[in-house]
């Protein structure tokens, strides 16, 4: 036809204007992009002249096709060089190549930022921008049935690829540490390498560094805006399409079902082998699971990609598919080892392979993939070649080199002109800690972030009848019952001040709802004349959870549209659930909110499952902007009526977005924390994340005393002040739900001033940068902070450090140069007033290092200690801090730090008349308790020397 041989002319005197170009920009990281007629696309990052990522090609998927730079498809046709000026990060110079598919039908532009500003030039940032000049239609592409746990609608595809970023050189060296599924506590992965890295639409930022050194150069790697529809994933350089299906279903049955997975007995290959996968794969993945399901669900018809416990794969169970015949699903590439066989390390198995290079071709579709074994016609896809052994007439084999990909996630149906996302890298030269908080301040200045000032929820303590407190499920809060626990706490002087009413406050369904809200109003068989007459008995306002609703739910709010679910398994509930339509988003949650802010009763929101309440639906996956649209729209809400808003089971697209909503104050950091659980206490790893972001992690409910007959779990918890103490380093959020006399006042009291404002640090508990490096200590150690006045105190937790281990203050974060002083109790004799400084204080520098040793876990309780180090003025004067406060020095009770030629003046806050101890190291080396009164205006000063 005529268009057959247009289209190429066309295309040809495009080229043919464009000419070859170089563009270099930076110094510390530096970018270096080489494009033009004959000159296949690259582009490398560099810091401090090190070559870290080596990048080449884009390409996108429109018209059910995919275009490529690398095979031709997508031609270079010209490029333009500018500055502008960012209203938020200011300067920078761009380069834009533009592209043009062979048959004209695609246009696509790929455009490198890198800022100038000073203003930001701390963080070093450049953002690689993807712009769909044309709209692309058809561009969803096949997610694979994967056995790494993805929930729903998750995907591990993306449709657009730039930047491409290869597995081989630089990136195989480098140390990673990300963020996957929901919490993400204790389950950040890190390791060496990416080739087990995963993210997808479950993934949240990368940082990279090298783990000889994780306390040198770094950077991070995250979407810079419509994080709900972008992603960072690790694929094949190649992409093919191989279409496998169970063996049970029939190819009419439609591509979702036919994608669908579940758990069949194991095939044959070698059962030991099969076994071993549990011990590999799945075992040294538990950290990515996003189900607490125990019960392995074989419906066809369960769309949930569940990850099970590690039981539910003790009978050597795994995933297996069949083949669907069809050209195209051949690969030549892979480098084949005859007679070789890669033994266990599974993630599935395709039955019906006719050849080695359809295998090959199978692993390199497949995120996860990178060896496989092929065994007559069936085909092994594996993570790992660890089990290499000689086996006659195996073959196995290595898929060709494998990429870091930036893109649309694959889900999307159609992407709009116009739409332009970006991936987003920031670097620094001091570690991880400190990528990530230069990552931090980055979005919040794009975003120009501030949050709710008024947040009750994040600076006051509460109580809470969350999982895990003692009313909760068999035996809920009810009015009488809570009439009961708050007279009791006032006799205690626990300063609680809001309570939070978890899932039971409500009428919900549980079948065939997925156990959602009928509607959000008081359930009048426990609260029978409503909140409104509790709440001033109370005294305090109420944070109201919200999650899940039902079908159901709009029977009773018939002027808002809802979605409906998939249906869903996970063992401890099934069924469909459903969510405000993004179009009724923001009116229904003002709604629902507006009520009990307009009765006076509401002081807080928080949304659980949120997982769920994303990937359930098939609108939020499918389509580019519902689910940024709903999510916006319950900010909104809570903004509109100043509600500070806790996110619960989320996702780290919801953490990332966060930057754009002020009401989102907080989110969990754990699982449950109820007694049999109480594994998740590693939050510090999530608040290396959330805190950058300014989000306040929450630990979960903790108890203040062990042993509490009658609950519900009828067992006793362990690490009472480990949690205690956990809890207020997160500087989040901190909830009791002790049931009534079970409180230990003493140490609650020991959390917050008189008037509950909580004292925790100025920034909350993280891993030191060690920890993610080659030679980490041999237990836990993680940093916090306080800064004021130009002086840092530092607060350093030890958990199970079984070998001792050496800490030089510098290589903390914020870094401590100098002199300080470290301890690690203001109670004891040895602080006493007028004690002799060294049977209180060490002192701690470079040349001094602080050596780390708790001892094991004896039992269930671990072995721990909390070091504050203190500055050391140049006088031999140290602000020690609050003798009988937990976490000693807090921004909540010291305003002010002014250090004198032979003395010091500290600021205090606190509530009117309330009396505090502060304890002062002297020029004399000895320990000074000073007492002090807070004023009627709240403050306090104090002088020494």
């Given at each position: 036809?005529?268009?057959?041989?247009?289209?190429?002319?066309?295309?040809?005197?495009?080229?043919?204007?464009?000419?070859?170009?170089?563009?270099?920009?930076?110094?510390?990281?530096?970018?270096?992009?080489?494009?033009?007629?004959?000159?296949?696309?690259?582009?490398?990052?560099?810091?401090?002249?090190?070559?870290?990522?080596?990048?080449?090609?884009?390409?996108?998927?429109?018209?059910?096709?995919?275009?490529?730079?690398?095979?031709?498809?997508?031609?270079?046709?010209?490029?333009?060089?500018?500055?502008?000026?960012?209203?938020?990060?200011?300067?920078?110079?761009?380069?834009?190549?533009?592209?043009?598919?062979?048959?004209?039908?695609?246009?696509?532009?790929?455009?490198?930022?890198?800022?100038?500003?000073?203003?930001?030039?701390?963080?070093?940032?450049?953002?690689?921008?993807?712009?769909?000049?044309?709209?692309?239609?058809?561009?969803?592409?096949?997610?694979?049935?994967?056995?790494?746990?993805?929930?729903?609608?998750?995907?591990?595809?993306?449709?657009?690829?730039?930047?491409?970023?290869?597995?081989?050189?630089?990136?195989?060296?480098?140390?990673?540490?990300?963020?996957?599924?929901?919490?993400?506590?204790?389950?950040?992965?890190?390791?060496?390498?990416?080739?087990?890295?995963?993210?997808?639409?479950?993934?949240?930022?990368?940082?990279?560094?090298?783990?000889?050194?994780?306390?040198?150069?770094?950077?991070?790697?995250?979407?810079?805006?419509?994080?709900?529809?972008?992603?960072?994933?690790?694929?094949?350089?190649?992409?093919?399409?191989?279409?496998?299906?169970?063996?049970?279903?029939?190819?009419?049955?439609?591509?979702?079902?036919?994608?669908?997975?579940?758990?069949?007995?194991?095939?044959?290959?070698?059962?030991?082998?099969?076994?071993?996968?549990?011990?590999?794969?799945?075992?040294?993945?538990?950290?990515?699971?996003?189900?607490?399901?125990?019960?392995?669900?074989?419906?066809?018809?369960?769309?949930?990609?569940?990850?099970?416990?590690?039981?539910?794969?003790s009978n050597s169970a795994y995933q297996q598919f069949e083949l669907v015949p069809g050209p195209?699903?051949?690969?030549?590439?892979?480098?084949?080892?005859?007679?070789?066989?890669?033994?266990?390390?599974?993630?599935?198995?395709?039955?019906?392979?006719?050849?080695?290079?359809?295998?090959?071709?199978?692993?390199?579709?497949?995120?996860?993939?990178?060896?496989?074994?092929?065994?007559?016609?069936?085909?092994?896809?594996?993570?790992?070649?660890?089990?290499?052994?000689?086996?006659?007439?195996?073959?196995?084999?290595?898929?060709?080199?494998?990429?870091?990909?930036?893109?649309?996630?694959?889900?999307?149906?159609?992407?709009?002109?116009?739409?332009?996302?970006?991936?987003?890298?920031?670097?620094?030269?001091?570690?991880?800690?400190?990528?990530?908080?230069?990552?931090?301040?980055?979005?919040?200045?794009?975003?120009?972030?501030?949050?709710?000032?008024?947040?009750?929820?994040?600076?006051?303590?509460?109580?809470?009848?969350?999982?895990?407190?003692?009313?909760?499920?068999?035996?809920?809060?009810?009015?009488?019952?809570?009439?009961?626990?708050?007279?009791?706490?006032?006799?205690?002087?626990?300063?609680?001040?809001?309570?939070?009413?978890?899932?039971?406050?409500?009428?919900?369904?549980?079948?065939?709802?997925?156990?959602?809200?009928?509607?959000?109003?008081?359930?009048?068989?426990?609260?029978?004349?409503?909140?409104?007459?509790?709440?001033?008995?109370?005294?305090?306002?109420?944070?109201?959870?919200?999650?899940?609703?039902?079908?159901?739910?709009?029977?009773?709010?018939?002027?808002?549209?809802?979605?409906?679910?998939?249906?869903?398994?996970?063992?401890?509930?099934?069924?469909?659930?459903?969510?405000?339509?993004?179009?009724?988003?923001?009116?229904?949650?003002?709604?629902?909110?507006?009520?009990?802010?307009?009765?006076?009763?509401?002081?807080?929101?928080?949304?659980?499952?949120?997982?769920?309440?994303?990937?359930?639906?098939?609108?939020?996956?499918?389509?580019?902007?519902?689910?940024?649209?709903?999510?916006?729209?319950?900010?909104?809400?809570?903004?509109?009526?100043?509600?500070?808003?806790?996110?619960?089971?989320?996702?780290?697209?919801?953490?990332?977005a966060s930057v754009q909503w002020p009401a989102v104050t907080n989110a969990r950091a754990s699982?449950?924390?109820?007694?049999?659980?109480?594994?998740?206490?590693?939050?510090?790893?999530?608040?290396?994340?959330?805190?950058?972001?300014?989000?306040?992690?929450?630990?979960?409910?903790?108890?203040?005393?062990?042993?509490?007959?009658?609950?519900?779990?009828?067992?006793?918890?362990?690490?009472?002040?480990?949690?205690?103490?956990?809890?207020?380093?997160?500087?989040?959020?901190?909830?009791?739900?002790?049931?009534?006399?079970?409180?230990?006042?003493?140490?609650?009291?020991?959390?917050?001033?008189?008037?509950?404002?909580?004292?925790?640090?100025?920034?909350?508990?993280?891993?030191?940068?060690?920890?993610?490096?080659?030679?980490?200590?041999?237990?836990?150690?993680?940093?916090?902070?306080?800064?004021?006045?130009?002086?840092?105190?530092?607060?350093?937790?030890?958990?199970?450090?079984?070998?001792?281990?050496?800490?030089?203050?510098?290589?903390?974060?914020?870094?401590?140069?100098?002199?300080?002083?470290?301890?690690?109790?203001?109670?004891?004799?040895?602080?006493?007033?007028?004690?002799?400084?060294?049977?209180?204080?060490?002192?701690?520098?470079?040349?001094?290092?602080?050596?780390?040793?708790?001892?094991?876990?004896?039992?269930?309780?671990?072995?721990?200690?909390?070091?504050?180090?203190?500055?050391?003025?140049?006088?031999?004067?140290?602000?020690?801090?609050?003798?009988?406060?937990?976490?000693?020095?807090?921004?909540?009770?010291f305003s002010s730090v002014t250090f004198l030629t032979n003395g010091v003046r500290v600021g205090?806050?606190?509530?009117?008349?309330?009396?505090?101890?502060?304890?002062?190291?002297?020029?004399?080396?000895?320990?000074?308790?000073?007492?002090?009164?807070?004023?009627?205006?709240?403050?306090?000063?104090?002088?020494?020397?």
């Amino acid at each position: 036809s005529m268009a057959g041989w247009i289209a190429p002319l066309v295309l040809a005197s495009l080229v043919c204007l464009s000419s070859a170009l170089s563009w270099q920009r930076g110094s510390t990281v530096s970018i270096s992009v080489a494009a033009g007629p004959g000159v296949p696309l690259s582009y490398n990052v560099s810091l401090s002249g090190r070559p870290w990522l080596v990048g080449k090609h884009v390409q996108v998927h429109c018209s059910g096709k995919w275009f490529s730079s690398a095979d031709g498809s997508l031609v270079f046709t010209s490029s333009s060089q500018f500055s502008d000026w960012d209203a938020k990060l200011g300067l920078y110079d761009a380069l834009d190549l533009l592209w043009v598919s062979f048959d004209l039908t695609l246009k696509f532009t790929t455009r490198f930022k890198f800022f100038t500003s000073p203003s930001v030039q701390n963080s070093q940032p450049l953002e690689f921008q993807q712009i769909f000049t044309s709209a692309c239609p058809g561009s969803a592409v096949v997610q694979p049935p994967t056995a790494a746990g993805r929930e729903f609608n998750s995907s591990s595809l993306s449709l657009s690829e730039f930047p491409i970023f290869s597995l081989a050189g630089p990136l195989s060296s480098l140390g990673y540490v990300t963020w996957l599924g929901r919490f993400s506590d204790d389950r950040s992965t890190h390791g060496v390498g990416l080739e087990q890295y995963q993210g997808g639409t479950e993934g949240g930022p990368l940082a990279l560094f090298d783990p000889r050194n994780p306390g040198a150069d770094s950077l991070v790697l995250s979407p810079a805006d419509h994080f709900f529809s972008s992603m960072l994933n690790v694929r094949s350089n190649h992409n093919v399409d191989c279409v496998i299906r169970l063996p049970s279903l029939s190819s009419s049955e439609g591509e979702e079902t036919a994608h669908a997975s579940r758990v069949l007995p194991a095939a044959h290959h070698h059962q030991h082998a099969a076994q071993n996968h549990v011990k590999g794969y799945f075992a040294s993945r538990s950290h990515d699971k996003h189900s607490p399901s125990t019960t392995t669900n074989t419906s066809a018809n369960n769309k949930y990609n569940s990850m099970h416990t590690d039981d539910a794969y003790s009978n050597s169970a795994y995933q297996q598919f069949e083949l669907v015949p069809g050209p195209g699903c051949q690969q030549s590439d892979c480098a084949l080892e005859q007679n070789f066989d890669y033994e266990g390390n599974d993630l599935y198995s395709v039955t019906g392979v006719p050849a080695v290079g359809t295998c090959c071709a199978l692993c390199a579709q497949e995120p996860a993939c990178a060896f496989f074994s092929f065994v007559q016609t069936v085909c092994y896809l594996k993570y790992s070649n660890a089990g290499r052994i000689s086996y006659s007439g195996h073959i196995s084999g290595t898929v060709p080199s494998r990429a870091l990909v930036f893109g649309v996630q694959g889900r999307v149906r159609t992407v709009t002109q116009d739409h332009a996302p970006s991936l987003l890298l920031t670097a620094s030269p001091d570690g991880i800690n400190s990528a990530m908080a230069a990552w931090g301040a980055t979005l919040k200045s794009k975003y120009g972030t501030v949050k709710l000032a008024d947040d009750l929820i994040s600076t006051h303590l509460g109580y809470w009848t969350d999982n895990g407190g003692y009313y909760y499920g068999g035996q809920p809060l009810s009015a009488s019952i809570a009439t009961q626990l708050f007279a009791y706490i006032n006799q205690t002087g626990v300063p609680i001040c809001y309570l939070q009413l978890d899932p039971f406050w409500y009428p919900a369904q549980c079948g065939p709802c997925g156990c959602g809200a009928i509607n959000w109003t008081e359930d009048r068989s426990l609260f029978p004349t409503g909140l409104i007459s509790l709440q001033p008995t109370l005294g305090v306002p109420l944070l109201l959870y919200s999650s899940m609703f039902c079908p159901i739910t709009a029977t009773d709010y018939p002027q808002y549209d809802f979605l409906t679910s998939n249906y869903f398994n996970v063992g401890w509930d099934e069924g469909v659930i459903a969510v405000p339509a993004p179009r009724s988003s923001f009116a229904f949650y003002n709604d629902i909110m507006s009520k009990y802010v307009d009765l006076g009763v509401m002081g807080g929101f928080e949304v659980d499952f949120m997982d769920f309440l994303l990937l359930l639906f098939d609108e939020f996956a499918q389509d580019l902007t519902s689910a940024d649209i709903w999510a916006t729209g319950i900010a909104a809400a809570a903004l509109n009526n100043n509600m500070p808003t806790q996110f619960c089971m989320t996702l780290p697209a919801f953490i990332m977005a966060s930057v754009q909503w002020p009401a989102v104050t907080n989110a969990r950091a754990s699982e449950d924390n109820f007694p049999s659980n109480e594994g998740r206490w590693k939050i510090a790893y999530t608040s290396l994340f959330y805190a950058a972001l300014d989000i306040k992690p929450f630990m979960d409910v903790i108890w203040t005393t062990a042993m509490q007959p009658g609950n519900k779990y009828h067992l006793a918890r362990a690490n009472i002040r480990l949690q205690a103490t956990i809890a207020l380093l997160s500087a989040g959020p901190v909830g009791i739900g002790d049931g009534i006399s079970y409180i230990n006042a003493t140490l609650a009291r020991s959390f917050a001033r008189s008037d509950g404002r909580l004292l925790g640090p100025g920034r909350s508990a993280t891993p030191i940068d060690a920890m993610y490096g080659a030679q980490p200590p041999s237990g836990e150690v993680w940093q916090a902070s306080t800064s004021l006045d130009g002086a840092v105190w530092a607060y350093v937790l030890s958990v199970d450090v079984t070998t001792a281990y050496t800490l030089d203050p510098a290589t903390l974060f914020p870094h401590l140069t100098g002199q300080y002083v470290a301890f690690t109790s203001l109670l004891g004799p040895g602080c006493s007033d007028g004690s002799a400084a060294s049977s209180c204080v060490v002192n701690v520098s470079s040349s001094q290092p602080l050596t780390l040793r708790t001892g094991p876990m004896v039992a269930l309780e671990h072995a721990y200690s909390l070091h504050t180090l203190a500055p050391l003025s140049k006088a031999g004067w140290a602000v020690l801090g609050e003798v009988h406060a937990l976490i000693s020095f807090s921004p909540a009770r010291f305003s002010s730090v002014t250090f004198l030629t032979n003395g010091v003046r500290v600021g205090l806050l606190g509530q009117p008349g309330e009396q505090v101890q502060i304890a002062f190291l002297t020029s004399t080396s000895t320990i000074a308790v000073v007492p002090a009164t807070l004023g009627p205006d709240g403050t306090a000063v104090i002088t020494q020397g």
